[in-house]
């Protein structure tokens, strides 16, 4: 079975500084990767996804995350954050479709002025 | 446009009471499905609902536990007899007939607390 592992449950940062929430996955064949935001008091939101094609996918706020096979990553990062990306960050898995994602933990980036 | 709607956002029973979980998806939204968050862990596939149908329930508890999305109202994820394990953060997504669901939906989910 699949799992995901967020190493870092919490990771605080200064605004404008840059930073990377580390995710890694067990092998399978093939995957299809994503990351979820939780800002405060609402429900998980797509921030971006791996299906094929280039390993680097952006999402429109600034967030990049790069898929490596060899290293069974998907880590995320931003060259500069602000006050507003404070928020729980989940990255999810699946190889089954789409209705059976696996979840990390979860990662808390704590962005302060 | 109202996204996924979960009530209630907290609720607290006591061993043994029933707790009644529901879910709105978002307009349009024909597939709904439940994930459960334990303590210290990453949410968790439960089940797979379309309308008046169980698609697919392989992360159900196998007693106590039963789901249900009917024609008309919220899709209802019923716990009977619960016990302090129970307790979790459950979270219900929708996502449209026509996409392949990369893009799930999330309500803000219900805190389950069992005193």
């Known amino acids: 079975a699949q799992s995901v592992t967020q190493l870092d449950s919490q990771v605080p940062v200064f605004e404008e500084a840059p930073v990377e929430l580390r995710c890694n996955y067990s092998?399978?064949?093939?995957?299809?990767l994503f990351w979820y935001v939780q800002y405060p008091n609402q429900g998980l939101q797509l921030l971006l996804k791996?299906?094929?094609?280039?390993?680097l996918v952006e999402s429109i706020n600034g967030f990049e995350a790069e898929f490596n096979k060899s290293q069974t990553s998907f880590h995320l990062r931003k060259p500069s954050v602000h006050i507003s990306d404070t928020a729980e960050y989940f990255c999810?898995?699946?190889?089954?479709?789409?209705?059976?994602?696996?979840f990390g933990t979860g990662t808390r980036l704590l962005v302060s002025p | 446009n109202a996204g996924v709607m979960q009530n209630p956002r907290h609720l607290v029973r006591r061993r043994g009471q029933e707790a009644r979980l529901r879910c709105s998806p978002m307009?349009?939204?024909?597939?709904v499905y439940w994930y459960r968050q334990l303590p210290e862990e990453g949410l968790k596939f439960m089940v797979y609902?379309?309308?008046?149908?169980?698609?697919?329930e392989s992360g159900m508890p196998k007693e106590r536990f039963s789901a249900e999305f009917p024609k008309e109202g919220p899709s209802i994820l019923r716990i009977q007899q619960v016990v302090r394990g129970d307790s979790a953060a459950y979270f219900c997504?929708?996502?449209?007939?026509?996409?392949?669901?990369?893009?799930?939906?999330f309500g803000s989910g219900t805190q389950l607390s069992v005193l």
């Open positions: 997504a929708s996502s449209p007939p026509s996409e392949w669901g990369e893009k799930l939906f």
């Open positions: 791996y299906l094929s094609g280039s390993t």
């Open positions: 092998s399978s064949v093939s995957v299809y």
């Open positions: 307009k349009g939204h024909s597939h």
């Open positions: 999810a898995v699946s190889d089954q479709g789409f209705q059976k994602l696996v």
């Open positions: 609902l379309q309308k008046e149908n169980i698609i697919d």
